[in-house]
Nanobody, 113 residues
Framework: QVQSVESGGGLVQPGGSLRLSCAVA????????IGWYRQAPGKQREYVAQ???????LYADTVEGRFTISRDNAKNTVYLQMNSLRPEDTAVYYC???????WGQGTQVTVSS
């Protein structure tokens, strides 16, 4: 069973930073593209970033240049470093292997002064 567990969210002021973590079990982790997604109140879940098995990365335009996705295959973990946070980044953040598994609980990120 594929399972993703997100952590690291919290309350941060605009302009601040947070680092999210996502531990994934149930797959050959190093072989999969892992994606980060988010869902703001009243909105649909949206794509944020993904990291391929090769280590190549892709980002949504809304976070390009502010967020950095990385992976540690030895720990079966993907990270999302979020800098220059804005109120519109407020959402529940989820991670999942692309095309596999179900959504986890997510981790809440709130950007507010």
């Amino acid at each position: 069973q594929v399972q993703s567990v997100e952590s690291g969210g919290g309350l941060v002021q605009p302009g601040g930073s947070l680092r999210l973590s996502c531990a994934v079990a149930g797959i050959i982790f190093s072989s999969y593209t892992i994606g980060w997604y988010r869902q703001a109140p009243g909105k649909q879940r949206e794509y944020v970033a993904q990291i391929l098995s090769s280590g190549s990365t892709l980002y949504a335009d809304t976070v390009e240049g502010r967020f950095t996705i990385s992976r540690d295959n030895a720990k079966n973990t993907v990270y999302l470093q979020m800098n220059s946070l804005r109120p519109e980044d407020t959402a529940v953040y989820y991670c999942k292997p692309v095309g596999r598994g179900t959504w986890g609980q997510g981790t809440q990120v709130t950007v507010s002064s």
